[in-house]
């Protein structure tokens, strides 16, 4: 079950009591935190004015960047976009589009986030009429311009009656809407229109997620955040009162102390977190270990079935001199490896470094150097990079071994 807590000062409807939101005392410590990078992500007509407060609230502590999505027209290429900003490892944020663009970036690349907070977003796919009233605010932008746009788009998106309430965020609210242009909108309904299956992204979370959602989102309500936070264990769930969909910005003091609180949260890659022991986490390296230095005496030896033995049902494997040729599926890889001419080799691996993503997976790195002919040759020296899964056998095995050459 997720962790659930309510940042507010009343709960309207719920007849819940109001509650301070837990964490404050972080704030007061007097060590200064490990400075971290925290990559935050904007959704649809949005740019970093709505993580405005998040940034003040973080950058003392955090090295924190904001992504710019405005060039790209898929959650693909956006995602993309992220890790190439990003450094080896991350905590990222996303808020509406962006939390789906979030999900792409762990889906792409699991091993490199270390915390994942998801704001007012979904993992279903196009509901019906969905795309029809899209394309019906595109030609509204087209046609009348972005303040019309923002007239019509803005209202449903914040708690009911808040911007005729709320001057400074109704003007803060229209002019990120009309810093954008018709062109960056098509863009990212383009996005959305075409967006990857969220679910199977989702069960790729290995890594300490927040859920937070305002209490009157209209457009991606409490139930949805409640069935993401419910499919990933651990997973804290957060609920501001008042806010609608906008909650980074009608709710601003609440998600930076959610966001700080987020950070104190140790990494799934922290020493002593996964897996659950120091001892059980030694064993399970050395079994993956010893799993690459099979594979190298397996392929010396020719023992095709024992390769592909090595591999998950649906594992890939690709050469270092074809890295981006894989060959996909057990039964594949063991023809691969049995139609190869055969040859006289000995590989060398080395520098075997394990980082575990959860109890049941892992990334491996680790050097290989080929020697091949009667006289031994040099023939390459490369890398692998490897993702393996435990299995209900209790056996490690490769879901993807990727090669690729140091030098060419």
């Not at 200064?32 to 502590?61: F, M």
């Amino acid at each position: 079950m997720p962790d659930r807590h309510i940042a507010a000062r009343q709960l309207n409807r719920t007849g819940l009591a109001a509650a301070r939101y837990p964490g404050r005392e972080s704030e007061q410590r007097k060590e200064k935190p490990v400075r971290q990078t925290i990559i935050l992500v904007p959704g649809l007509l949005c740019d970093a004015a709505v993580w405005e407060h998040q940034v003040r609230g973080l950058e003392p502590d955090h090295a924190v960047l904001v992504a710019d999505l405005r060039a790209f027209d898929t959650i693909t290429a956006m995602a993309r976009h992220v890790l190439d900003i990003a450094p080896a490892r991350f905590s990222l944020a996303g808020h509406s589009m962006g939390a789906r663009v979030a999900l792409e970036v762990v889906r792409a690349a699991p091993e490199r986030v270390d915390r994942l907070a998801l704001f007012d977003t979904g993992i279903h796919g196009l509901r019906d009429g969905e795309a029809e009233r899209r394309q019906a605010l595109i030609r509204l932008g087209e046609e009348e311009g972005m303040g019309a746009l923002a007239e019509a788009w803005l209202p449903p998106m914040v708690k009911e009656g808040r911007l005729t309430q709320d001057a400074a965020l109704d003007r803060a609210l229209r002019a990120m809407v009309e810093r954008m242009n018709p062109a960056i909108h098509r863009n990212h309904i383009a996005a959305l229109l075409g967006r990857p299956d969220a679910r199977a992204a989702l069960s790729a979370v290995r890594c300490p997620l927040l859920v937070g959602v305002g209490e009157e989102d209209r457009w991606s309500p409490p139930s949805q955040h409640e069935e993401i936070a419910a499919a990933v264990p651990g997973s804290r769930y957060v609920v501001f009162a008042d806010s609608g969909h906008m909650a980074p910005m009608e709710s601003p003091e609440a998600v930076t102390a959610a966001l700080r609180d987020w950070m104190q949260m140790p990494s799934a890659r922290e020493p002593g977190n996964t897996p659950g022991d120091v001892l059980a986490r030694a064993m399970a390296e050395q079994a993956i270990a010893a799993q690459i230095y099979r594979f190298a005496q397996a392929n010396d030896a020719h023992d095709h079935d024992a390769l592909a033995e090595m591999f998950t049902q649906d594992g890939t494997f690709a050469r270092p001199t074809e890295p981006d040729r894989p060959v996909e599926g057990r039964e594949a890889i063991r023809a691969f490896f049995r139609d190869r001419p055969a040859r006289r080799t000995r590989h060398v691996m080395a520098n075997v470094v394990v980082d575990f993503l959860s109890e049941t997976e892992a990334r491996a790195r680790s050097y290989v150097v080929l020697y091949s002919g009667e006289r031994g040759e040099t023939v390459l020296i490369g890398d692998f990079d490897d993702r393996l899964v435990l299995e209900s056998d209790r056996v490690w095995r490769f879901a993807s071994r990727r090669g690729s050459l140091a030098f060419t």
